[in-house]
């Protein structure tokens, strides 16, 4: 059973599989308003509202509803294009697009709405990168979205003082999201998590259900049963611990987008081309870890960043080293019954300069061709420690451990990264139809050269407009 | 002690039994449970309170109960009646007159009794009336302008919400609605999500079908085997191939397609088999329940190999039986003049071959379709689709029923731009289905189902030869096509016309000469995307044109006004007469909105310009099946009531096709918008249009709708002319009136003018029109194809940033001027060219159906197949040419495919602009720049 709000209504569902999808779930019940365009994160047709409620903060956040499951929503709620007209008065985000002709065959309006619904209640979206960013996992065949922009521009920030505002002021600091079902747990408490897990101990692991959705709407999966950390406490916490910052493995990419942009800016450089901002909205730093995607975004900064994780079980605690987080394709160093409570990453030493880079097809909602991470330390002119690491260059994330043996020692130029780069050919790229191998090696040692060139100093973009690669300081 | 009171509230007489002291607010409150009316005081300071006894606004926590004992009491619950909110809580939101609202449901009471007494308040009485209503958020003006609003819409009945909402501007010179910016009819229920498209309907006992398809790309079905998929509970209907063996096909001389395979497949995905259940859990259970036994064959996939003697063949026979010796399946050569002399003589000839990479439709709404029989055996299918009577008669002729026991009903469809433009397994399969199972049976696409259904943009290679004699003149194009047309025949003739007979202008040649070959291959069907056929070749001209002017020293942008076709009647080399031309006035506005002039010279390196432009059809002279009746009709019937409804076949597909033809009904009979009503999409009830196809719409549905319109309106003008005893020549008309030009003070309001009309008639009003083929087109085989009865144009300038290490090229801005010969309404003919710039350049930068080496599509999401979000799609600088067309309605042309054409060339000659490297192959991804960029060697790598 699972209880949510909805359009302000509670809801009372009994006898939902862990497999149902809100989308699913919304359109059979008759709530046809918000739309299927792909079953699988990627048009954002289905987005609808959460009032989420984690350490950082209360807010409404727009999600893709074919990502989410349904059992997942205890306790929460959740608003649709029908929940926010006021009878003839239409909510500003609706009005806006009908002023500004955001809607021609109108499919995709009501998850563009919804973007636009979230956005009005923010008051981080003053920057016209925070705008793109806002609507970019909207995909619209019709209207080349500049009425679409122009209608986000008109509402960004209003925070109107209406039901929304209301319910997000009021909603519970901790409201009650355990939840339990014939094979779901949703556990608030570690020793709950223990003996479910102790229960089903083949179930499968979920936070934010962004890769776990995706197999369930495109493979048909059925689990023996889903566990769910959503619940959990601290899990969500960004925490300064003595020299570093400890990320738990549940805070949303948005929110660590948000806090790393003056705290770690080479991690919001590369949050800045994930996904998009429904999947920010829900994916989490865990479940982008411990997919052990070769092109998993994340894993090349806390590569290149020294990171270790804080693993738990029902037997205690540990420490893994990034370097030994990845063990094989789709492989992680998580025995059964562990999770990832955090990553701890050292702040960079003084010496250091950091920079990400993802490079892909498309700017936003798009798999990395290569990403990568570069922290190298440069004392009068010379390296004196590097940590080079890639995404896409092999059948995990790696560091390029020739690369970097060859750069310590040599002088920090754009010659002398040349040199060490034609050490990366001992890297075996992946060669498929996203880019082939060919290109993924030219353009890891064309970064690791730009790297170089940027020079000292607080760096611009690196070619003004290319904005697929970010450089950062 | 309590006492018995009995009060009318809100017009039904309640009894309670109240303590004395009770007020009447309290009795409400408390008693009956109407919370609406507010306690903001308590003792008469506030009005939050305020009640209507008996008509008068009043105090409730002023008075008590029992005085109130018999008298009608009006609360705030009892001011919105069954119709929805009264005008003046309509008012309230519209002029934004709320904030916390705790003052409203007094204000609103307050404001009722003054618009009772008085209709047309002045300011002053509106404040008198209101000032014992205290607001402390709005500081009043709102409230004031809401009371106003109010009392405009009681006097003047009509749409409330149509009426602020629609009008955001002035009509054109001598116009009462074209030209002006308004809103499209549908906005407010699509951003409310109550539009309802075909997925969002839900028929009693409806059944959900799925299909089964192939996993092979070329394969002869041995047997199937469905027993163990009829046993599964829930399951109501298998259906496979040789139940349902008519073949169909958009062209009626070439129907290849079977609604499931028959015999054998021929791509990956192609559906082999359907079945309905309960639920598509179920119906999905079963379709892996059927056993198929395949004799796999070898596949052939690249075009050129199945032009082999020995490749295998995708048919062994035609429609007809006859037995097919190779996969070409239409092959058109068209010479005209002496082309080989022509590229002997030029000063410069540019020889080379060019690739197209395919790309799909991607509409957001994935295909759906519902299909249901009643008891007496007439078919309703209800579909996404956007050519509802071309699917009608094939519905007819497949499921062997009379056309006249089908009925096609098109909902609201999100998004097509070509994609639903012929039949679909999905809409036969559910009528087949439904009639067995004797229920209404659904089916919507995955995702990924939407891309084997494609019919999108065909892949072409071009070897295509340019020369220009020295002055720039372009004096011939040779230009061999070979189309990969995929697994069947879809619209495939015509396109293999179009990729030559359509390039023929803006720019006009000397000589011509084309071979157009399309062949079969073992991968999903291709067919019309946004620019039929036309988009393709423009790759080739437009970036050797360019490569030309450089080669002769000339600007781009000059090279294209020297060639271009001149701006009234000009007729092309392949015998197209072009009524109206506005390319000359496309180049001149993004030259000058570029700053083309100042900037092209002097960008650093990696920064590029490039300029590119185009020519399309406005509908095609012939329909698809040779028949003489016309191509679009329109019926118009006048109510009454003050109504005009407009019935027309056409297929709005967010194109605004509606609202089209809803403002030149207007426009003709002086009825506001706010009263016309347009019926669409429903074969039932509509009379003909062809579709939403060839950018038609406006050229022909709109002139029957003018047609249709003038005739109306003739006859309100001759009624009201015999009421004002002036002669009809002297009448004149603007929206909501009939006047008299001489006197306008003589006027008769719409509703009226409708009235005498109908009087004058003796019968109600009922008018028709409709666009009539006319002849058109050269006196040659294949003279036809591609002969419209008028020509958009269209110019672009693109910017692009390139990063030279990683290939990656970030469009900075994008300049499209079009002549779309009248603007009927500017803003949706912005959103057209927007939508087409947008769609282009996504298909130049990232778009490509890649499929590997045994036919299977390798991006079937949306995350693999890319198509271009907010973050990659430029600012886009829209500018609207009118060159007020001879032909068209009000001279309107077309605006929903032509722009989109230049967008791909003039990204590529941009990018040659920034870097010096020329992109022969599509889409110009990161890679293929790359490489590109170190072909040329421009810089060390
Ligand atoms: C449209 C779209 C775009 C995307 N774009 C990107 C992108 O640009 N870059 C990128 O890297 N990824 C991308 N992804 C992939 C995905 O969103 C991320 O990997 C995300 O971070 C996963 O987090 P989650 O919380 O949603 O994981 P879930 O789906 O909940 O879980 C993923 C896996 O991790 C396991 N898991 C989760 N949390 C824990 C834990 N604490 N301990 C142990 N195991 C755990 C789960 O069992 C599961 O196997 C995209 C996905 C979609 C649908
Ligand atoms: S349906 Fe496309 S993102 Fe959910
Ligand atoms: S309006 Fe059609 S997809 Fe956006
Ligand atoms: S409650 Fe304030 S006047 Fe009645
Ligand atoms: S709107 Fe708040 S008191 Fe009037």
């Known amino acids: ?119 009005t209640y923010r008051s981080d979206v003053a920057s016209s990168e925070a705008r793109d960013d806002q609507i970019c996992g909207n995909l619209c065949r019709c209207t080349g979205y500049r009425p679409i922009r122009e209608a986000l521009d008109d509402v960004a920030g209003l925070d109107p003082e209406d039901a929304f505002r209301a319910a997000r002021a009021q909603a519970e600091a901790q409201p009650a999201r355990a939840g339990a079902g014939a094979r779901f747990a949703q556990p608030d408490t570690w020793d709950g998590l223990w ?126 080293p990034m370097d030994a987080f990845f063990v094989g394709y789709r492989k992680t160093a998580l025995a059964p ?8 990453v050292p702040d960079p030493p003084p010496s250091a300069r950091c920079a990400a880079y993802k490079v892909s097809k498309r700017r936003e909602l798009d798999i990395s061709a290569v990403s990568a991470a570069f922290r190298v330390e ?61 290109y993924r090696s030219t353009v890891a040692r064309n970064l690791l050269i730009g790297f170089a060139e940027e020079g000292e100093g607080p760096l611009p973009p690196r070619h003004a407009g290319t904005l697929a690669v970010g450089g950062a300081p | 002690m309590k006492q018995l009171v009995t009060l009318q509230i ?130 009043y003006t709102r409230i004031y302008e809401a009371v106003a609003l109010a009392a ?70 041995v047997s199937i085997d469905t027993s163990a998929a009829s046993a599964l509970p829930g399951v109501f209907a298998v259906l496979v191939g040789s139940e349902l063996t008519t073949s169909y096909g958009i062209i009626p001389w070439t129907p290849d397609e079977t609604a499931l395979a028959v015999g054998k497949v021929r791509y990956i995905g192609e559906a082999v088999a359907a079945v309905a259940a309960v639920d598509e859990d179920t119906a999905m259970k079963a379709c892996r329940l059927i056993t198929v036994t395949w004799d796999v064959l070898p ?65 957001i709404e994935p295909h759906c379709a519902i299909g249901s029989w009643d008891p007496d055996g007439r078919l309703t299918v209800w579909s996404s689709t956007q050519v509802g009577h071309y699917l009608h008669r094939e519905l007819a002729r497949v499921l062997g029923v009379a056309e006249s026991a089908v009925r096609v009903i098109q909902p609201a469809v999100g998004g097509a731009f070509g994609g639903k433009s012929e039949p679909f397994d999905l809409e036969f399969a559910v009528a087949a289905l439904s009639r067995k199972a004797g229920r209404p049976v659904k089916i919507l696409y995955t995702r990924e189902e939407v891309f084997y259904a494609h019919r999108g943009r065909h892949p072409m290679r071009f070897h295509f030869r340019i020369g220009a004699d020295a002055s720039g003149k372009i004096t011939a194009v040779d230009n061999d096509i070979l189309l990969d047309g995929g697994a069947y025949h879809s619209f495939g003739l015509v396109t293999a016309y179009y990729a030559g007979q359509l390039l023929s202008g803006p720019i006009d040649f000397g000589t011509y000469r084309f071979r157009s070959r399309r062949v079969y291959t073992n991968k999903p069907c291709n067919g019309p995307k946004r620019g039929h056929g036309s988009v393709q070749p423009r790759f080739p001209l437009e970036t ?88 679009s009709a329109v019926v118009l019937r006048g109510d009454r009531s003050g109504r005009i409804t407009a019935f027309c076949g056409l297929n709005e597909i967010g194109q605004g096709s509606d609202s089209v033809i809803a403002w030149i009904v207007s426009e003709e009979t002086g009825v506001p918008l706010s009263c016309i009503d347009v019926v669409s999409g429903d074969t039932d009830l509509c009379p003909v249009d062809l579709g939403a196809y060839s950018s038609r719409v406006t050229m022909m549905a709109g002139t029957a709708a003018k047609e249709a319109g003038e005739r109306l309106g003739a006859r309100m003008r001759d009624a009201v002319a015999a009421k004002l005893g002036v002669p009809p020549e002297r009448m004149r008309r603007r929206t909501g009136f009939w006047f008299d030009g001489d006197d306008p003070e003589r006027a008769v309001d719409h509703v009226t003018a409708l009235r005498l009309a109908e009087a004058a008639a003796g019968m109600p009003l009922g008018e028709v029109g409709a666009f009539r083929t006319r002849k058109l087109g050269a006196d040659y085989r294949g003279g036809t194809i591609g002969a419209s009865p008028a020509y958009s144009a269209t110019a672009h300038v693109v910017e692009v940033d390139v990063d030279r290490e990683t290939g990656v090229v970030k469009i900075v801005g994008v300049w499209a001027a079009h002549d779309c010969g009248r603007a009927i309404n500017p803003v949706t003919v912005r959103g057209q060219i927007e939508g087409s710039v947008y769609m282009g350049l996504s298909e130049a930068l990232m778009e490509e159906m890649v499929h590997d080496g045994k036919g299977l599509l390798k991006a079937t999401s949306l995350l693999d197949y890319r198509i271009m979000t907010s973050m990659d799609t430029p600012p886009i600088d829209a500018h609207i040419v009118e060159s007020i067309d001879p032909v068209g309605p009000y001279g309107a042309k077309e605006a929903g495919e032509g722009p989109l054409h230049p967008a791909i060339p003039a990204l590529a000659n941009a990018i040659w602009h920034a870097t010096g490297a020329r992109m022969r192959t599509m889409p110009f991804t990161p890679e293929r720049v790359l490489a590109a960029i170190r072909a040329v060697g421009t810089r060390e790598q």
């Open chain 1, 1 to 119: 059973m699972v209880r949510f709000f909805l359009n302000g209504d509670a809801v009372t569902i009994r006898d939902v599989s862990p497999e149902t999808t809100l989308l699913e779930w919304l359109r059979g019940a008759g709530r046809c308003g918000t739309k299927e365009g792909c079953a699988e994160g990627d048009c954002g047709a289905c987005t609808v509202a959460v009032l989420d409620v984690t350490a950082s903060g209360r807010r409404w956040r727009a999600v893709d509803a074919c990502l989410v499951l349904v059992p997942q929503l205890e306790g929460l709620s959740v608003v649709t294009v029908e929940g926010l007209a006021r009878g003839a008065a239409l909510h500003p985000a609706q009005q806006a697009v009908v002023e500004r002709l955001g809607s021609q065959c109108g499919y995709c309006t009501p998850g563009v709405v919804m973007s636009l619904f979230e956005a």
């Open chain 1, 195 to 320: 003996a479910a897990l102790a229960r089903w101990p083949d179930a499968r692991l979920v936070h934010g259900a962004t890769d776990v959705g995706l197999e369930v709407t495109k493979q048909h999966r059925v689990f023996p049963a889903v566990v769910s950390l959503q619940a959990l406490p601290e899990l969500d916490a960004l925490r300064d611990q003595g020299g570093g910052w400890s990320i738990g493995a549940g805070v949303r990419l948005s929110d660590l987008e948000a806090a790393s942009a003056e705290r770690l800016p080479v991690l919001a450089r590369m949050l800045r081309y994930f996904g998009a901002r429904q999947i920010k909205n829900r994916a989490t730093v865990g479940g982008n870890l411990c997919n052990a995607s070769p092109i998993g975004d994340l894993a090349p900064v806390f590569l290149a960043l020294d990171a270790t994780v804080l693993v738990r079980s029902a037997r205690g605690d540990r420490r893994v």
């Open chain 1, 337 to 344: 019954g562990e999770v990832l409570v955090a990553v701890e």
């Open chain 1, 378 to 438: 440069v004392v009068d002119g010379v390296v004196t420690g590097a940590r080079l690491a890639f995404g896409g260059m092999a059948a995990t994330p790696v560091r390029a451990f020739a690369a970097e043996a060859a750069l310590v020692g040599a002088p920090w130029t754009p010659e002398g990264a040349a040199a060490a780069a034609a050490a990366l050919s001992a890297l075996s790229p992946i060669d498929d139809h996203r880019a082939s191998a060919w």
């Open chain 2, 10 to 139: 809100n017009g039904e007489a309640q009894t309670s039994a109240v303590p004395p002291h009770w007020t009447l607010l309290e009795a409400l409150r408390y008693g009956s449970g109407l919370t609406g009316s507010k306690q903001g005081c308590d003792k008469g300071d506030c009005g939050a309170c305020t009640v209507l006894v008996d008509g008068q606004p009043q105090l409730a926590c002023c008075s008590l109960a029992v005085t109130a004992q018999g008298k009608a009491v009006t609360t705030i619950e009892g001011v919105a009646d069954a119709r929805g909110p009264a005008a003046i809580q309509r008012a309230f939101d519209v002029c934004g007159a709320l904030q916390c609202g705790f003052c409203q449901p007094g204000m609103i009471l307050s404001a009722s009794a003054l618009l009772a007494r008085d209709p047309d308040p002045s300011l002053e009485a509106i404040r008198e009336a209101l000032s014992g209503n205290l607001c402390r958020c709005t500081g």
């Open chain 2, 152 to 221: 405009r819409w009681l006097r003047e009945p009509g749409d409330m919400r149509g009426e602020q909402a629609n009008v955001m501007g002035p009509a054109a010179e001598g116009f009462s609605v074209v030209g002006a910016p308004l809103r499209k009819r549908d906005a407010i229920g699509k951003a409310t999500g109550e539009v309802r498209f075909t997925d969002d309907l839900v028929l009693p006992r409806m059944l959900h079908g799925k299909f089964l398809r192939s996993p092979h790309a070329h394969a002869r079905i």
């Open chain 2, 299 to 363: 596949p052939v996939l690249d075009p050129e190999r199945a032009l082999d003697a020995d490749a295998p063949l995708v048919h062994e026979a035609d429609p007809k039986g006859r037995a097919l010796s190779s996969n070409l399946c239409k092959e058109v050569g068209l010479s005209f003049g002496d082309v080989d002399q022509a590229l002997a003589d030029a000063a410069v000839v540019i020889d080379d071959h060019w690739t197209y990479a395919g790309s799909t439709h991607a509409p």
């Open chain 2, 544 to 631: 050797a044109v360019d490569e030309i002017a450089h080669r002769l020293g000339i600007d781009p942008i000059e090279m294209r006004r020297i060639n271009a076709l001149p701006e009234r009647g000009g007729t092309t080399v392949n015998g197209q007469f072009v009524p109206s031309c506005g390319v000359r006035a496309c180049l001149d506005a993004v030259e000058a909105a570029s700053g083309w002039k100042e900037r092209y010279a002097s960008l650093p390196p990696g920064r590029g310009l490039g300029v590119a432009t185009s020519m399309y059809i406005s509908g095609t002279a012939y329909p698809i099946y040779p028949n003489d009746m016309p191509q």
